[in-house]
């Protein structure tokens, strides 16, 4: 199953890889449609992720919550208000997540070799020439051809924070990930809950019910209210953007242990080797562990982003 799982992470990531190669090119040369569908795409990601969060946020707390804790099943050791209060403690969190990734971006830029002046770029043999910025770049920089800039430590460009993951927003794109995760599967089981009183029980015989083409045939005839195809859609959204936020999750954290980038795992590179404690401090700080359930985007991790060790990550 492990080797299923890292073979399908090589698969997708080797096609994102793909993708990202095919805007090879001086900038100036590269079709102003692309350019302008790739900006298109960075503005609709987001917007995705805002009205999803907060529809997100509200279907649950003004929706489902009351409609459970209105009725027979409602748990008499939790009131609601805690549960109203955990859900707004893990919107607050994805929401910041993602805001943090995005405003701090700006710090893996690598413009120009006078951005840091306690390197010479031209005293390190291992730097390397980026011919679309015209300067040596340190080791792990890549040129993103998306915002036409070199990013230190680049993983990727994520469409739906409109800017690259790099060495000093990597924490924050994977905690974000980690709350989607853990926010989508509060929302999915207040979402059956409300559902089963509601409409039909998730687990039972008429399960059938949930399927989208039936649920839209019976809505149509008027057998059941249009609301409940919408919380039923609303259902299968929130499964399909819980499960893609539990893939970025696991796909990062074996980078992590790998000790790679997204490039350096398609091109099968392990140059930067080290424990995976090691690796997870390099990422989060040295209270990696508290990240999860308290960040603290001001705790720096540990390195900068620029000198790396061969064979280890600890950093000079």
């Given at each position: 199953?492990?080797?299923?799982?890292?073979?399908?992470?090589?698969?997708?990531?080797?096609?994102?890889?793909?993708?990202?190669?095919?805007?090879?090119?001086?900038?100036?040369?590269?079709?102003?449609?692309?350019?302008?569908?790739?900006?298109?795409?960075?503005?609709?990601?987001?917007?995705?992720?805002?009205?999803?969060?907060?529809?997100?946020?509200?279907?649950?707390?003004?929706?489902?919550?009351?409609?459970?804790f209105h009725n027979e099943?409602?748990?008499?050791?939790?009131?609601?208000?805690?549960?109203?209060?955990?859900?707004?403690?893990?919107?607050?969190?994805?929401?910041?997540?993602?805001?943090?990734?995005?405003?701090?971006?700006?710090?893996?830029?690598?413009?120009?070799?006078?951005?840091?002046?306690?390197?010479?770029?031209?005293?390190?043999?291992?730097?390397?020439?980026?011919?679309?910025?015209?300067?040596?770049?340190?080791?792990?920089?890549?040129?993103?051809?998306?915002?036409?800039?070199?990013?230190?430590?680049?993983?990727?460009?994520?469409?739906?924070?409109?800017?690259?993951?790099?060495?000093?927003?990597?924490?924050?794109?994977?905690?974000?990930?980690?709350?989607?995760?853990?926010?989508?599967?509060?929302?999915?089981?207040?979402?059956?809950?409300?559902?089963?009183?509601?409409?039909?029980?998730?687990?039972?015989?008429?399960?059938?019910?949930?399927?989208?083409?039936?649920?839209?045939?019976?809505?149509?005839?008027?057998?059941?209210?249009?609301?409940?195809?919408?919380?039923?859609?609303?259902?299968?959204?929130?499964?399909?953007?819980?499960?893609?936020?539990?893939?970025?999750?696991?796909?990062?954290?074996?980078?992590?242990?790998?000790?790679?980038?997204?490039?350096?795992?398609?091109?099968?590179?392990?140059?930067?080797?080290?424990?995976?404690?090691?690796?997870?401090?390099?990422?989060?700080?040295?209270?990696?562990?508290?990240?999860?359930?308290f960040p603290?985007?001001?705790?720096?991790?540990?390195?900068?982003?620029?000198?790396?060790?061969?064979?280890?990550?600890?950093?000079?």
């Open positions: 199953m492990m080797n299923f799982f890292v073979k399908f992470l090589e698969f997708t990531q080797g096609v994102g890889l793909t993708l990202d190669n095919n805007q090879e090119g001086p900038p100036n040369h590269r079709p102003v449609l692309a350019k302008n569908l790739l900006v298109l795409l960075n503005y609709a990601g987001m917007c995705y992720v805002i009205v999803f969060t907060s529809l997100l946020h509200w279907v649950t707390s003004s929706v489902c919550l009351p409609g459970i099943l409602q748990d008499p050791q939790f009131s609601f208000f805690y549960h109203h209060l955990f859900f707004w403690y893990l919107t607050i969190n994805a929401f910041g997540q993602w805001l943090c990734t995005i405003l701090t971006s700006i710090k893996s830029v690598y413009s120009t070799a006078s951005d840091l002046p306690m390197f010479n770029d031209s005293t390190h043999q291992d730097w390397v020439k980026c011919t679309k910025c015209d300067q040596n770049v340190p080791p792990r920089a890549r040129h993103c051809n998306i915002c036409e800039r070199c990013i230190l430590k680049r993983d990727h460009h994520c469409l739906f924070t409109g800017c690259c993951v790099g060495f000093h927003n990597q924490r924050h794109f994977i905690l974000w990930s980690f709350y989607g995760i853990v926010g989508t599967t509060v929302a999915l089981y207040y979402l059956e809950k409300y559902l089963t009183i509601h409409y039909v029980s998730f687990l039972g015989a008429e399960f059938f019910k949930y399927f989208l083409p039936y649920a839209l045939v019976i809505t149509i005839i008027g057998k059941s209210s249009f609301y409940t195809f919408l919380a039923i859609f609303w259902f299968y959204l929130t499964l399909s953007t819980g499960l893609f936020c539990a893939y970025i999750f696991f796909w990062q954290m074996n980078l992590i242990r790998n000790g790679q980038t997204s490039y350096e795992f398609v091109k099968g590179q392990k140059i930067y080797q080290s424990s995976f404690w090691d690796q997870m401090r390099s990422v989060f700080g040295p209270y990696w562990v508290i990240q999860f359930l603290l985007p001001w705790v720096k991790q540990e390195g900068d982003g620029v000198t790396w060790n061969y064979h280890n990550t600890k950093f000079m």
